[in-house]
């Protein structure tokens, strides 16, 4: 397992009487792409905003990078990238104009990271091209040029696809992507359109009303809501040796609460009940379940729902 990027301890965040974060422990390995996932006003921003030192927590508390006390922390903000808000640029400037001025800004004596940064979110050739011309993926892209300058470990973004057409969002996702893989850029990526999370994410965070309700890995999503049989006898130990014994290739796994979730042999359902009631296994449940990674979100958080789109 890689190394901690981001630990948070029992982090709360409260505004008045109202708590917005309610002690969360989230954890976010080396390497990963971690889908923040929630309706709007369920704290993503928030606890990206208490991550980065824009607001301070009213308890628990952060690590970045093992690091956790308050100098250490400065120190370890330099190591992000963050796009939380949507960045001033000059609309009358160009794309290398604008990153001049943040490299000013910074005190960062080094010009190369310009095109550097301009490279690796594909706009190389518009660099000389006045943003009030950009399309607005241009200008998300750019934004994430801006949270690049700093050559970041770990990149923070805030719904960066939010307004985007459907191109500007695979844009998005490719140039993610690509800093992942090729640069090995940790990224934490918010938003509220699931699906959109789930082509991304290697990891997902799922939070409602300020409660981290689950961290889930790419994988494990992806078999929750595939399609599956669900079994149950009285005697799962039992019925397991059936389906191993009488199916090839059988691909099913035990759950905790005894019942089976038989991922193959779908299309058999009535011999594999004809096999298990052969065996003098008594069936308590045999459903085919389907769900969608909506209806999955949905029946987490009680009702609430994301958009797909």
């Excluded at 901690?4 to 422990?25: C, E, F, H, P, S």
């Excluded at 990271?113 to 518009?126: N, P, Y």
């Excluded at 905790?256 to 991922?263: A, E, F, K, S, V």
Aim: charged residues 25%; contains cysteine.
């Amino acid at each position: 397992m890689g190394k901690y990027v981001l630990r948070t301890v029992d982090l709360t965040k409260q505004y008045g009487k109202k708590t917005v974060l309610n002690r969360v422990n989230m954890e976010i390995r080396q390497g990963e792409i971690y889908g923040f996932i929630g309706l709007n006003g369920a704290g993503k921003s928030t606890l990206m905003r208490l991550a980065t030192g824009l607001t301070k927590p009213t308890s628990g508390a952060i690590e970045l990078f093992g690091l956790n006390q308050k100098k250490e922390l400065a120190q370890a903000r330099t190591r992000l990238g963050t796009l939380i808000e949507s960045p001033a640029l000059f609309p009358y400037m160009t794309a290398k104009q604008n990153l001049e001025v943040i490299r000013i800004q910074r005190g960062n004596p080094d010009r190369t990271v310009i095109d550097k940064a301009l490279r690796q979110v594909g706009l190389s050739e518009a660099g000389k091209k006045k943003v009030k011309d950009f399309s607005l993926g241009m200008k998300q892209r750019l934004g994430i040029a801006v949270a690049l300058m700093n050559d970041p470990e770990f990149l923070i973004l805030d719904e960066p696809t939010n307004g985007l057409d459907p191109k500007g969002v695979i844009e998005i996702r490719t140039l993610l992507k690509k800093l992942n893989k090729e640069y090995g850029v940790t990224v934490l990526i918010s938003s509220h359109i699931l699906s959109e999370v789930h082509q991304l994410a290697t990891r997902v965070g799922i939070i409602h009303q300020g409660t981290l309700l689950e961290q889930i890995t790419e994988k494990e999503l992806n078999e929750k809501c595939s399609a599956r049989l669900v079994i149950k006898t009285n005697d799962a130990a039992k019925t397991a040796a059936v389906m191993e014994s009488e199916f090839e290739q059988v691909n099913f796994t035990v759950m905790p609460d005894g019942t089976i979730h038989l991922y193959s042999h779908l299309q058999e359902q009535q011999k594999i009940s004809k096999k298990l009631t052969e065996n003098g296994l008594i069936i308590e449940q045999f459903t085919l379940k389907n769900e969608t990674l909506e209806e999955y979100f949905s029946g987490l958080v009680g009702g609430g729902s994301v958009s797909h789109a």
